[in-house]
């Protein structure tokens, strides 16, 4: 007669094991999530990846040093509107705090929604610039032959005297483009380059 043999036992922990890596995986998603928000935070922190400083007040001090501020305005394919600054360039003092007005049109005749995203270049200056009021990662919904016009203002930080690498910089670029979004979101719209300014000349 053939001993039988012992029923075979799971492991006790084994549920426990798959409630951890359960818990894991719904971690390592939220993580994901969060690090877009978290990435962005930084950049605005830290002027990484051209992304300019945030401020909250003008800066106290003033020098005599002069630079140039450019304006980018773009359109990306899938949001007819047109877009531009009231002016393409200005000078100002580093630490003099300016104002400037982009003007939006709903070229189209049909509402739509859109939200612009920026940065800066060169990329080594965008610690020093610094916005105090901004229009971007705000949805604008335009009615058809409707305009916005919505302010940017800003300055130069004047630590950027005690770069010495910066000394040669002249001019920073202020570049936005606007993409069509939904519920705070750019919406993609296929591969295709951002019209400058008036999305009429786009193929759209």
């Known amino acids: 007669m053939e001993n039988a043999r012992p029923p075979v ?3 006790a922990n084994l549920g426990r094991t798959a409630l951890i890596c359960a818990g894991v995986a719904m971690g390592m998603t939220g993580l994901s999530f969060a690090a877009v ?14 992304t300019p400083m945030v401020g909250t ?3 106290g001090t003033i020098l005599d040093r002069t ?3 450019r304006f980018d305005a773009n359109v990306a394919p899938g949001l007819g509107w047109k877009f531009e600054a009231e ?9 003099e705090t300016k104002t400037v007005f982009y003007k939006i049109t709903n070229k189209t005749d049909r509402a739509s929604t859109g939200i612009a995203s920026y940065n800066i270049a060169p990329e080594k200056g965008a610690a020093f610039f610094v916005k105090i009021q901004c229009f971007c990662f705000t949805e604008h919904t335009l009615q058809p032959g409707e305009s916005l016009e919505a302010p940017v203002v800003f300055y130069i930080d004047p630590e950027i005297a005690a770069n010495r690498e910066l000394d040669g910089l002249k001019a920073i670029t202020l570049s936005y483009t606007y993409f069509a979004s939904k519920a ?3 919406l993609a719209q296929g591969a295709g380059t951002p019209a400058k300014g008036d999305a009429s000349k786009s193929n759209l």
């Open 9 to 11: 036992q799971k492991p």
């Open 37 to 50: 928000p978290l990435y962005d935070m930084f950049c605005r922190a830290t002027g990484f990846g051209g």
């Open 57 to 59: 007040a003008a800066t």
């Open 67 to 69: 630079m140039s501020v």
């Open 87 to 95: 002016s393409p360039e200005i000078s100002l003092r580093v630490g």
């Open 184 to 186: 705070g979101q750019p």
